[in-house]
């Protein structure tokens, strides 16, 4: 879900913070992106013809490797440098949310159910994408694949988005591309919407600048990440009758969550028993990340010709030629790296940007700013530490070259 309705609230309150660009923009440009959102997607764009999908000889689904496999190779040949992050074991605080995704995957398959029987393609076509679930399988096999394209995997700790974030601050990547606006309420510098759309869509990717959102709606960090908790996030229920527009008002006016608490109408808005904001806040101030970049494989390196053949072709059954040309698309993407030097890549192209048109209507919420200021996080380095919120297992299976450092910041409340 990511944050509710935070998209609409910023454009409407925090239009300079956002710029349309063309993807031609992030020449040279290192970009950390979600790789599961990413083929969630193309498992329900990618082949999708009511309950029908792109599946091999065997009956198993390929629409995720062939989102994956034509998307990277446009991005490679726009002369982007695309590091994909997945997600690693998720912290305790989403399980409720999991609870309900699963809930209504289970409702819309008794709802296809119905549809298939009435024979309603668009029915059957709406309640059949509410059922697809990015499953371990599809996230192994867009790993090997892009492994095998030369393109660089990164298997976080926990979340892919936090683990983005992190590569952003510490300057490793230029920004983070995904959909789900907690990008960020995670604290990423700049956050790319719209990256991985279809290119026949033509619709422009949109980027985010956090210090700017900060400046436009007149809040510091703390306050931000409350607004985004009250406005709905998947780490903790909301409170009832509380939107967008009412959270920014409210945090106008009191400053923080507690504060919030203090002054509420009860009767009117119906704050959850046992409210876990204030582990939700310390999850986003202080997520498990790996700090120590140096141990990732951030290297681009030329496709295995026989690796990719094997994969897709033997094992996939995708066509053969269109391998081959595909193949000779990622060498000379990958050969812009070395002719006239190395810098000559990943010298960025100048900026381009369109800001986003401010409505007529100006925003009568800003207000001096508040007097209640974003505390200080200090980080933290050991090994392996866990904020609340994480079940106390080892996320197992974690990819990196040597030894592995996360990171966790002191949170305090506000």
């Known amino acids: 879900m990511g944050i509710k309705g935070l998209t609409k609230l910023l454009a409407e309150y925090a239009p300079k913070a956002i710029k349309e660009q063309k993807l031609e923009n992030y020449f040279g440009r290192k970009i950390a992106i979600d790789a599961s959102l990413s083929i969630y997607q193309f498992l329900i764009v990618v082949g999708r013809s009511g309950t029908g999908m792109l599946t091999n000889e065997a009956g198993e689904v390929t629409s995720h490797l062939q989102g994956m496999f034509t998307r990277t190779i446009r991005f490679l040949e726009s002369g982007m440098q695309p590091i994909y992050v997945f997600d690693g074991q998720p912290p305790d605080l989403k399980k409720q949310e999991l609870s309900k995704r699963y809930s209504k995957r289970a409702d819309a398959t008794e709802d296809l159910h119905q549809a298939m029987e009435t024979g309603n393609k668009e029915e059957i076509e709406k309640f059949s994408k509410r059922t697809v679930k990015v499953t371990k399988t599809h996230n192994q096999d867009c790993k090997r694949l892009l492994r095998l394209m030369g393109v660089p995997v990164i298997e976080a700790p926990s979340e892919a988005e936090a683990q983005c974030a992190a590569l952003c601050k510490s300057g490793k990547v230029y920004a983070v591309a995904s959909e789900d606006m907690d990008s960020l309420t995670f604290g990423a510098p700049r956050f790319l919407r719209h990256l991985m759309a279809s290119s026949s869509r033509k619709v422009p990717v949109m980027e985010f600048e956090v210090a700017k959102v900060l400046e436009e709606l007149n809040l510091t960090m703390d306050q931000f990440i409350d607004l985004c908790i009250l406005s709905g996030c998947d780490y903790c229920e909301s409170i009832r009758g509380i939107g967008g527009k009412t959270a920014l008002k409210l945090i106008h006016k009191h400053g923080s969550i507690e504060h919030i608490l203090q002054n509420i109408n009860k009767e009117r808005y119906s704050v959850p028993d046992d409210w876990q904001y204030e582990e939700a806040r310390c999850l986003f101030k202080e997520p498990l990340v790996c700090t120590n970049n140096e141990q990732f494989e951030m290297e681009w390196s030329a496709p295995d010709d026989e690796g990719l053949i094997a994969f897709l072709v033997n094992e996939n059954g995708f066509n053969s030629n269109r391998v081959a040309k595909a193949i000779e698309k990622i060498k000379v993407a990958m050969n812009k790296s070395s002719q006239g030097g190395l810098e000559s890549f990943r010298k960025p192209v100048s900026n381009t940007s369109t800001p986003i048109k401010q409505k ?42 040597n030894s592995v450092v996360f990171s966790r910041g002191v949170c305090s409340a506000i």
């Open 360 to 401: 007529a209507t100006k925003c009568m919420l800003q207000s001096p700013k508040s007097t209640f200021n974003s505390k200080i996080i200090s980080p933290q380095v050991g090994t392996c530490s866990r904020p609340k919120g994480f079940s106390s297992m080892i996320p197992p299976r974690l990819h990196f070259k």
